[in-house]
């Protein structure tokens, strides 16, 4: 156990209604971290007039302790909160960052402008923490590579993190539907170009002309940058007749039920830090047809989980054609979902405290 006090950073978190993979991420850790810390955990957001962090809700007598660990999985620069890398500096315990990915960095051409903006100060603040969690390997590298290309003189450890499945669900379920039905297929992701809707319904289109049945459904809030032209080529081609239904954001018990009649999820992405959705995809018991990206990879050893080339729409469409046409290939691979080795976020929030009481905390 931690000698003092974990100071969980939420001031994004409290304030979003829309359930971003951030979001998701520090809701999840949030619960896991209270059950297991109780009164030691205290939420804290960022105030603007002080620089310095205060509690979400009345704490008494209220003040940062030397054996105080400040821990934050949002997003934020020195412009955007002003004066906090001197409350970095300046904070009597340590502090810990979750680091999510360097996409911002990778692909500016179809990345929030603000985020690509932010960023690079965002990255290199980070070596500022005593520590950081990065959400898989890959995003671990690459936050090393991207201090040793500014030679930076200090930088912390960065240790990966397993993230859980069971964010949207409690329980395993493998969902079951009338046999003889079309399968249905589903995408979970913010509509925009990283995502690969784009790619994702030209190959269901090809398939749908070539007279295979099944139905697509989509969902996830449209990115008003670089999403509102995949809105329109899905709503377009759903006129045109095809099955398809765009859904848009839903929450958590609307999307249970999209699941429940859910034969494969498809993730077309062209860049994830994690992916998320897979592991959610896994844990409801439904199998995923994925864009061959590393971080995919790291959690693709859980089984049920088939891939394909990043951005290639002809190699989606076959292997969307194999899985079917051939029923028998698609139940395969949804009886090779380990669920007893899926990963909790209880045993996540269990791995961040464990190392915070290695590092001293």
């Known amino acids: 156990m931690i000698k003092g ?16 993979g951030i979001a998701r991420v520090s809701s999840c850790l949030n619960k896991e971290l209270k059950a297991l810390l109780g009164d030691r955990l205290v939420e804290v957001v960022w105030d603007d007039r002080l620089r310095a962090i205060k509690p979400k809700g009345k704490v008494d007598d209220w003040g940062v302790l030397s054996r105080d660990v400040f821990l ?32 911002p960095l990778q692909y500016p051409e179809f990345t929030w402008p603000h985020s690509v903006q932010r960023h690079p100060s965002y990255m290199k603040m980070l070596a500022m923490f005593s520590g950081i969690f990065a959400v898989s390997s890959h995003s671990a590298m690459q936050l090393e590579e991207y201090w040793e290309w500014l030679e930076l003189q200090r930088s912390p450890s960065v240790r990966s993190i ?17 046999i ?14 990283r995502k690969g809707q784009d790619i994702a319904i ?11 049945r099944f139905h697509y459904d989509f969902v996830g809030r449209t990115n008003p940058y670089f999403g509102k032209d995949i809105e329109r080529l899905l709503k377009r081609t759903a006129k045109r007749g095809y099955s398809l239904a765009v859904h848009g954001q839903l929450v958590d018990a609307q999307l ?12 077309p992405s062209l860049a994830e ?11 409801r018991g439904v199998p995923t047809l994925s864009s061959s990206l590393h971080s995919v990879r790291e959690n693709a050893r859980f089984g049920g989980c088939r891939l394909f080339k990043r951005g290639d729409c002809e190699d989606l469409a076959r292997s969307l054609r194999n899985l079917i046409e051939k029923p028998s290939e698609l139940e395969d691979l949804k009886a090779s979902i380990r669920s007893d080795e899926l990963p909790r976020w209880k045993s996540t929030a269990v791995d961040i405290v464990e190392h915070l009481v290695t590092d001293g905390a």
Do not use: M
């Not at 397993?162 to 009338?178: A, H």
């Not at 030209?202 to 295979?212: H, Q």
């Not at 249970?256 to 993730?267: E, I, P, S």
């Open 5 to 20: 006090r974990l100071l969980y950073d939420v001031t994004r978190a409290c304030k979003q209604r829309q359930k971003s």
């Open 180 to 193: 003889g039905d079309p399968p249905r297929i589903l995408t979970l992701a913010i509509l925009e170009k």
């Open 273 to 283: 830090g994690c992916g998320l959705p897979l592991l959610e995809s896994l844990w």
């Open 202 to 212: 030209e190959a269901a289109k090809s398939l749908w002309d070539e007279g295979i």
């Open 72 to 103: 934050t999985c949002e997003l934020f620069c020195e412009y955007e909160r002003e004066g906090i890398e001197n409350f970095i500096k300046e904070f009597p315990g340590l502090t810990y960052g979750i680091f999510h990915d360097a996409i």
């Open 256 to 267: 249970q039920k999209v699941f429940d009649l859910a034969d494969l999820v498809v993730l």
């Open 162 to 178: 397993q993230l859980g499945c069971n964010g949207v669900f409690d329980d395993w379920r493998s969902p079951s539907r009338e």
